[in-house]
């Protein structure tokens, strides 16, 4: 028993053809793996027990909402999410598909035998609470679109405050040179989005999935535009209502608990939709994009922000992230940004800019990451600590991902042209993009500095 951890190190490299880099440290206390390699904490049988019923992402990220498994202290969470990113990417591993009966198998007897001698053999255990079970229904019809959105986005909205700081802005920002914080840089991105759409007085604006309402706010106060924003998440939209009364806008922006489909109050003069569409699903993506075409005004401007996977490999089929799915976006698909552009090509549109974001999504997750772990004992208060585990995991793979460019973000312009083919741009992308409209504003919005991480979070706090 002494040696558990390395029967166990021994027996999954044997396992899998290649040694694992990670160190790992047994309930026992033993330990074993490369030398300053990061370290994973087994603090009981369960946790081996979940791996072996299911090896691979969903397994480790189920051991880690349960507590199972730790981060040691001194590791870095990026460092190992890194570290497990480039293994799963050798082609030994890539090619290499072990389910249950693979590890309690022929293939796996070393592992087996070395559960075995752990005590660590017995039924699957039941997933952690904060994994969603697949809601009834047809995929994206609305009712089962309402379950989705309510899982991820109700989850509170103080909660969320803690995360996104005072903007309530969950899209990247736009890092500029003068965007000193983040609150800075999600003005920016804001203001990014009002000039692409050319905002000005009199104009009418739709934002679909308008959140909390951050972009109706700031298109109403700095380019005097009339706003409605459409959201199916009952707090977002209750939150939303509530700032508006607060800022004294609410003869000039109306917010509706609607799903996009249920609008028909049109046309608008612009439409924005900003981290939403990841939601539609591809099957509903031609719906979407006739829906917005129709409630567009002719010579209106679409601004359609959202994340994009990479393309497949010739006759590869993509696999979305078990965990993902289960745990933070149900039944959210992404889609590489030529579809994108495709669908809203067939609609209608025509597609004037594609500008990619992608490296400063990874900047505003770093940020976020660094807020949730500087609030986590008031994190775990308001969400439960399996839940805050979740945001942590995703938000800190999240980061990663862009910032290794396996997933993208990307603003995406377009127009309904009259039908004489005026698209209603200016003649050059400078006048349209770089020069801010009348009376928008260029303040930046300082954010308090961070405290300290929260001790219980085990291992060291990431770095920005």
Avoid at 275 to 296: C, F, I, N, P, T
Wanted: contains cysteine; neutral net charge; glycine residues 10%.
């Amino acid at each position: 028993m002494a040696k558990l951890a390395g029967q166990l190190v021994e027996a999954l490299d044997g396992l899998l053809g290649v040694p694992v880099p990670l160190r790992v440290q047994a309930w026992d206390g033993s330990l074993a793996g490369p030398p300053g390699a990061p370290t994973l904490v087994l603090r009981n049988r369960r946790a081996l027990r979940r791996l072996l019923w299911q090896p691979g992402e969903l397994g480790l990220a189920r051991a880690y909402v349960a507590g199972d498994l730790e981060i040691a202290p001194g590791s870095d969470l990026y460092e190992v999410l890194s570290v497990v990113g480039r293994f799963a990417e050798l082609p030994e591993i890539r090619t290499l598909d072990l389910g249950p009966r693979d590890v309690l198998g022929a293939k796996g007897r070393r592992v087996l035998a070395a559960a075995l001698r752990a005590g660590a053999l017995g039924p699957e255990p039941a997933p952690p609470r904060e994994e969603v079970r697949k809601a009834a229904g047809r995929l994206h019809s609305r009712s089962r679109d309402r379950a989705a959105i309510s899982h991820h986005y109700d989850v509170g909205n103080d909660f969320y405050g803690l995360v996104l700081g005072p903007s309530m802005v969950y899209s990247c920002a736009y890092w500029t040179p003068e965007a000193k914080s983040l609150e800075a840089a999600q003005e920016a991105k804001l203001d990014l989005i009002c000039r692409k759409l050319g905002l000005r007085p009199g104009l009418r604006l739709l934002d679909v999935g308008c959140g909390w309402g951050s972009l109706l706010l700031h298109a109403a106060r700095h380019y005097g535009v009339t706003a409605v924003g459409v959201s199916i998440s009952a707090e977002q939209v209750a939150l939303a209502r509530a700032r508006v009364e607060e800022a004294g806008l609410a003869d000039r922006v109306e917010v509706r608990l609607q799903d996009y489909r249920e609008t028909a109050d049109g046309p608008f003069d612009a439409i924005s939709s900003v981290g939403m569409a990841e939601h539609v699903g591809s099957e509903q993506y031609r719906v979407y994009a006739e829906v917005l075409y129709r409630l567009l005004a002719p010579g209106g401007r679409l601004l359609n922000h959202q994340i994009a996977r990479r393309p497949n490999h010739p006759g590869e089929q993509h696999h979305a992230s078990p965990f993902i799915d289960r745990y933070v976006f149900p039944d959210g698909e992404l889609s590489p940004v030529g579809s994108t552009v495709a669908r809203l090509e067939e609609a209608g549109f025509e597609v004037r800019d594609v500008e990619s974001l992608r490296e400063h999504y990874g900047l505003t997750l770093r940020e976020w990451v660094a807020n949730l772990e500087a609030h986590w004992t008031e994190a775990v208060r308001l969400a439960g600590r399996g839940r805050a585990r979740v945001w942590r995991l995703y938000m800190a793979a999240s980061a990663l991902a862009f910032e290794q460019n396996r997933i993208g973000i990307n603003q995406v312009l377009a127009v309904r042209s009259t039908e004489e083919g005026t698209a209603g741009l200016p003649s050059t992308r400078e006048e349209w993009l770089l020069r801010p409209a009348a009376g928008a504003s260029q303040q930046a919005v300082g954010v308090p500095a961070a405290g300290p991480a929260e001790p219980d979070l085990g291992d060291r706090p990431s770095v920005r």
